[in-house]
């Protein structure tokens, strides 16, 4: 199982920017689909960005715009630039295979975006 450390949350006010960063243990190269994924306080997980090791992207509409995935694989990480946050983007944010193994999660990141 590749081990995934996420980094680069913090708390940033509404409009600003954030780059968040997920390092593999191992290679990511063979990996089809990665995700990035985020939970709300009181809410379920959701998928926010996806990207196949081709480079093929896809958002969630809430994030369609703003927010950019993108990987290296020779560096076996993956990247959610997040540009116009808004209050309502305030969660954890974790990266995994997509679909997610049933039982691997890193820690996640905390994004918080208030005034």
């Known amino acids: 199982q590749v081990q995934l450390v996420e980094s680069g949350g913090g708390l940033v006010q509404p409009g600003g920017s954030l780059r968040l960063s997920c390092a593999a243990s191992?290679?990511?190269?063979?990996?089809?689909?990665m995700g990035w994924y985020r939970q709300a306080p009181g809410k379920q997980r959701e998928l926010v960005a996806t990207i196949t090791n081709g480079g093929t992207t896809n958002y969630a509409d809430s994030v369609k715009g703003r927010f950019t995935i993108s990987r290296d694989n020779a560096k076996n990480t993956v990247y959610l630039q997040m540009n116009s946050l808004k209050p309502e983007d305030t969660a954890v944010y974790y990266c995994?295979?997509?679909?997610?193994?049933?039982?691997?999660w890193g820690q996640g990141t905390q994004v918080t975006v208030s005034s």
């Open positions: 995994n295979k997509q679909p997610p193994p049933r039982d691997y």
């Open positions: 191992g290679s990511i190269e063979s990996i089809y689909r």
